[in-house]
T-cell receptor
Framework: EAQVTQNPRYLITVTGKKLTVTCSQNMNHEYMSWYRQDPGLGLRQIYYSMNVEVTDKGDVPEGYKVSRKEKRNFPLILESPSPNQTSLYFC????????????????FGPGTRLLVL | ELKVEQNPLFLSMQEGKNYTIYCNYSTTSDRLYWYRQDPGKSLESLFVLLSNGAVKQEGRLMASLDTKARLSTLHITAAVHDLSATYFCAVDPNTGGFKTIFGAGTRLFVKA
């Protein structure tokens, strides 16, 4: 089944304790992206990646890191989480590549609900 | 600042009625997307609009795009309870990168 998976789905942690949220897609998509969803704000893009080793900042990258060492995986790293990073996080992927083709829709993972105490 | 504004943000309507959700954006863009999110769920793609004047329809939903006015509409015809969800529009700004900017979402509740 074509899908985007995220782990963990729920996470409670404490301020300053490094964590990683994994994202994997099995559709051979070149484009992957991370969003956070907060009430009343819609989704805000954190980082995106056009292909392996190619990443760029979205609108709210502060406090986050990403890496794209393999095409299928795009982990989100919080080096020192703070309470204002409590949110619902979505990973997404899309077939669009660096060739600049018109972007197709993004396929979203199930979400990771993070609580930072 | 790049902005995508949806209105209304909350909509309660009776079954059988028609209504339109509006999505205005502040930058040039040739690509606009509509997504649906059910409570506690992920986002599901509804429409991809790629050119000025594009119109797409799926069941009781019809989306259109006017790139000159920087406006997209999502029209609901004869609403049914199953359409209750949050609807997001999203834009890829023509800024040379590959960002995506989402609106705040329109929470739709269809009363039986």
């Amino acid at each position: 089944e074509a899908q985007v998976t995220q782990n963990p789905r729920y996470l409670i942690t404490v301020t300053g304790k490094k964590l990683t949220v994994t994202c994997s897609q099995n559709m051979n998509h070149e484009y992957m992206s991370w969003y956070r969803q907060d009430p009343g704000l819609g989704l805000r893009q954190i980082y995106y990646s056009m292909n392996v080793e190619v990443t760029d900042k979205g609108d709210v990258p502060e406090g986050y890191k990403v890496s794209r060492k393999e095409k299928r995986n795009f982990p989100l790293i919080l080096e020192s989480p703070s309470p204002n990073q409590t949110s619902l996080y979505f990973c997404a992927s899309s077939p669009q590549g660096l060739a600049g083709d018109l972007q197709e829709t993004q396929y979203f993972g199930p979400g990771t609900r993070l609580l930072v105490l | 600042e790049l902005k995508v504004e949806q209105n209304p943000l909350f909509l309660s309507m009776q079954e059988g009625k028609n209504y339109t959700i509006y999505c205005n954006y502040s930058t040039t863009s040739d690509r606009l997307y509509w997504y649906r999110q059910d409570p506690g769920k992920s986002l599901e793609s509804l429409f991809v609009l790629l050119s000025n004047g594009a119109v797409k329809q799926e069941g009781r939903l019809m989306a259109s795009l006017d790139t000159k006015a920087r406006l997209s509409t999502l029209h609901i015809t004869a609403a049914v309870h199953d359409l209750s969800a949050t609807y997001f529009c999203a834009v890829d700004p023509n800024t040379g990168g590959f960002k995506t900017i989402f609106g705040a979402g329109t929470r739709l509740f269809v009363k039986a």
